[in-house]
């Protein structure tokens, strides 16, 4: 754990976690952007989600992965507007 969690706290963070769980299982992706997301969400990698893609015929560079991943999202697309957030955030420290 990387910091201290009152049980309080350590209960909404489960609810979270099994919310964003829920999300991605239950994720369908349809068009090519959406495959990406759920790859990434699934590995958490933008090397790797590339490295997939281009596994399945969809021959995807690590900069076009990026790309899909900060683009905009649909209105419904709760997964996207996730991952694109914590992307975001993790990104932010090596900028």
């Known amino acids: 754990m990387k910091n201290f969690r ?9 609810i979270v976690i099994k919310q964003y769980i829920d999300l991605v299982e239950s994720y369908e992706p349809i068009t090519n952007t959406q495959q990406i997301i759920h790859t990434y969400a699934l590995l958490g990698s933008i090397q790797k989600t590339a ?3 281009s ?13 899909h991943i900060t683009s905009r999202p649909a209105p419904d697309d709760l997964l996207h507007k996730l991952i694109k957030s914590l992307y975001r955030k993790r990104a932010r420290k090596t900028r």
């Not at 049980?7 to 489960?14: M, S, Y």
């Open 55 to 67: 596994e399945i015929g969809n021959i995807i560079s690590t900069e076009e992965v990026t790309t």
């Open 51 to 53: 490295e997939l893609m």
């Open 6 to 14: 009152t049980l309080d706290q350590a209960k909404k963070d489960l």
